[in-house]
C-alpha cells in the first residue's frame, strides 16, 4: 500500500506522484511518520517517507481513504528532514 505525498498538479509535466510505502514496521526513525488508525489499515502503521518513488498515475489505484491535519504536518516535516530542507530558513 502506498501514501501519496505529492501535490495535485493538473499541469505537471509529467503524469507522477510520489508516494511513501505504508508499513506495520516501525524502526523508530525520523523517517516515519505514525499513521492514525483508519478501518483501511489493518494493524498499527507508518508512512515511511525514506522509501520515497514516483508512481505513474495509471498505476495507481484507489483512493481507499484519506489523511489531513497534523498527520500531513508531520509527513511534511519527515520529507523536509529526508532531504535536509530547513523550511525556517
Do not use: W
Not at 29 to 40: G, H, K, N
Not at 72 to 79: D, L
Request: glycine content about 8%; charged content about 15%.
Amino acid at each position: 500500500m502506498m501514501m501519496v505525498v505529492s501535490r495535485e498538479d493538473a499541469a505537471a509535466p509529467r503524469a507522477l506522484s510520489i508516494c511513501a510505502p505504508i508499513t506495520t514496521a516501525s524502526r523508530g526513525s525520523a523517517y516515519e511518520v505514525e499513521l492514525p488508525s483508519r478501518p483501511f489499515l489493518r494493524a498499527r502503521s507508518y508512512a515511511n517517507i525514506q522509501g520515497l518513488q514516483a508512481i505513474q498515475h495509471h498505476e495507481l489505484q484507489g483512493p481507499i481513504g484519506i489523511f489531513h491535519g497534523k498527520v500531513m504536518g508531520q509527513i511534511r516535516e519527515a520529507i523536509a528532514y529526508t532531504f535536509d530542507i530547513n523550511p525556517h530558513g
